[in-house]
């Protein structure tokens, strides 16, 4: 039987991420090129193609064996089209890339929301396997999701559903979202939101350990710098994670109430600061999510970490075949 590979492409807004697979996920090659969004499209496809040049070369694979290249980008995406309608990171609008890349490569080529391919990736390979309903959320600079349903995602009428970032939260909410509303999930619990409230606080107080870190810099608070305040004890910092524990538990409440998943995955760089803030986040959580709904519910870490983008461009590649 002829042996099948795939390829991810997984399009960050600082570094583009490509990795080739074999038919069980396996990673057999991968390339990290610089997206170098600021220098145009015609760059930034150059650094894609040689990103995908790169892992076939490394790989010995023979193009004939690849079966589908898979792109995980931010969205709003027209992925039945192949067209990314827009991607702030990258000053893009309505670019054809699935017809660009396929003219390029002959090989068939699918395009897919980020956030939906993380989630199917931990589905499939990761903390989420052999659940047939899963919702991934990434809590990082934003808050995204993706929701699987039946073990494929779920796109939603016009292929936009899973924002699970822009849930309105705290309607009163000072806090306003990339999208333009106030008091979205994101605006209010996610790195940005983390930081944005130290700032506020730092203003008012400056007796604490965020303020000393940032040498009374503000900009150099995120919320990398309020975590080591958090761990070192500072009461100001350990009150923003209890904050933001309690508003993510909510968030996922109102995700629970919907979609009565199997598994919660959770990802994104601010798990990384989780001992600070997940007690209260199941506090939270449980009172507010319909209690059948809690019953058999599982919340789990991602486990793909830094290959989770990769490996979802990848499962995306695969298709009918992951089946």
């Not at 494929?152 to 979202?177: D, W």
Request: aromatic share 4%.
């Amino acid at each position: 039987m002829k042996k099948k590979y795939y390829i991810g492409v997984d399009i960050g807004g600082t570094k583009i991420l490509t990795a080739l697979t074999d038919k069980k996920g396996n990673i057999l090659s991968k390339a990290k090129k610089p997206t170098e969004a600021d220098l145009g499209q015609e760059v930034i496809m150059r650094n894609i193609q040689e990103s995908i040049d790169k892992v076939v070369d490394k790989s010995e694979v023979q193009k004939e064996s690849i079966i589908r290249i898979g792109v995980g980008s931010p969205g709003p995406l027209d992925y039945e089209k192949g067209i990314i309608i827009e991607n702030s990171n990258l000053s893009w609008k309505n670019v054809p890339i699935v017809k660009i890349l396929n003219e390029i490569n002959g090989i068939d080529v699918v395009l897919e929301n980020d956030a939906n391919a993380a989630a199917l990736a931990e589905n499939y390979f990761g903390a989420g396997k052999k659940a047939d309903c899963i919702v991934y959320i990434t809590i990082s600079t934003g808050i995204g999701g993706g929701i699987i349903i039946n073990r494929r995602i779920f796109h939603g009428g016009k292929g936009n559903a899973g924002e699970i970032g822009h849930m309105t939260l705290v309607p009163e909410s000072v806090y306003q979202c990339g999208c333009g509303n106030k008091g979205c999930f994101e605006a209010v619990a996610s790195g940005t939101a983390i930081a944005r409230r130290a700032k506020d606080a730092v203003l008012d107080n400056k007796d604490n350990l965020i303020y000393k870190l940032c040498k009374g810099d503000l900009d150099k608070i995120d919320a990398l710098l309020v975590a080591e305040a958090a761990k070192k004890g500072d009461y100001l910092a350990l009150e923003i994670f209890k904050i933001t524990g309690n508003l993510l538990g909510v968030g996922i409440a109102n995700v629970v109430n919907l979609f009565d998943p199997e598994i919660i995955v959770l990802g994104g760089g601010v798990m990384s600061a989780e001992s600070l803030f997940i007690d209260q986040m199941v506090e939270s959580l449980k009172e507010r999510a319909l209690k059948p709904n809690l019953e058999n519910l599982v919340i789990k870490k991602a486990e793909l970490g830094k290959n989770t983008g990769v490996l979802g461009a990848v499962a995306v590649a695969m298709g009918d075949d992951l089946l």
